[in-house]
């Protein structure tokens, strides 16, 4: 059975062997693993390169999307012969950096306004708001974390595919993005990442781990469902 969140070595072990053993796969797996980070997933639609919607789970979320500074409303490619793809569906995790969540904070307590728990309860909030002049006044900031619907882009890996959305001018945690080869090397680097975890400049909830080939995710998708070989390694 498909673990979604996992919370020791052992589990991971063991999530790897389901992988394998489904897939008759007795080589090692590449993994492509980032810092997971507490925020809101928000899943963008493009059209001819230009933003026509964002969506979270409580529904559309567009206008407040649009005020944040890093997102491109349209996709101004880092290179001249990179093409635009007709149709491109982004997901990406909108959250806020730790410092800015507490400048936020002070700023209510100063207005008297309530405070918020946590940096994703504020990013909530600020997606939810209706008027785009507070939401263009709160810190927030996102990186993508894949795609849903790819028309066009050249990629048979996840990390193939983040350099294409990166190429595309979207934001991917590009330092904090690796490829692991199998399962050893991916718990060690989950034990680095978990040993430095307070230098980030956010929050860190685990260790997002995915399996990087594009074609064997959807060959599990046919029999596990939407996670597709992913998993949240809590720490």
């Known amino acids: 059975m498909m673990i979604s969140e996992i ?5 991971l072990l063991i999530f790897d062997q ?15 693993v980032e810092s997971s980070i507490p925020g809101v997933e ?11 919607s964002a969506t979270a789970q409580r ?9 944040i500074l890093t997102l491109p409303l349209t996709f101004v490619p880092l290179r001249k012969e990179s093409s635009v793809p007709d149709y491109l569906e982004v997901r990406a995790d909108v959250y806020m950096e730790d410092a ?6 002070q700023e209510r307590r100063e207005k008297n306004l309530p405070a918020f728990c946590d940096p994703r309860e504020a990013v909530e909030d600020s997606l939810y708001q209706t008027d785009a002049r507070i939401s263009v006044k709160r810190p927030l900031n996102y990186f993508c974390s894949g795609s849903a619907k790819r028309a066009g882009l050249p990629a048979v890996t996840h990390y193939e595919l983040m350099l294409a959305l990166q190429e595309l001018g979207l934001r991917v945690n590009r330092p904090h993005l690796q490829v692991k080869n199998g399962i050893h090397e991916l718990i060690d680097h989950c034990r680095r990442l978990q040993a430095e975890k307070g ?15 594009l074609e064997l995710q959807a060959k599990l998708g046919q029999s596990w469902g939407n996670q597709k070989g992913k998993v949240l390694f809590r720490f």
């Not at 529904?59 to 005020?67: D, I």
Request: glycine share 4%; no cysteine; net charge negative.
């Open 100 to 105: 800015a969540f507490e400048r936020f904070n």
């Open 7 to 11: 919370f020791n070595e052992q589990d």
């Open 59 to 67: 529904g559309l979320v567009t206008t407040s999307v649009k005020t």
């Open 18 to 32: 389901e992988i394998r053993a489904f897939l008759e796969e007795p080589a090692e797996l590449q993994y492509v």
């Open 199 to 213: 230098d980030f400049p956010y929050s860190v909830q685990g260790a997002l781990i995915r399996l990087n080939s």
């Open 42 to 52: 928000v899943l963008l639609s493009y059209e001819e390169g230009a933003l026509k």
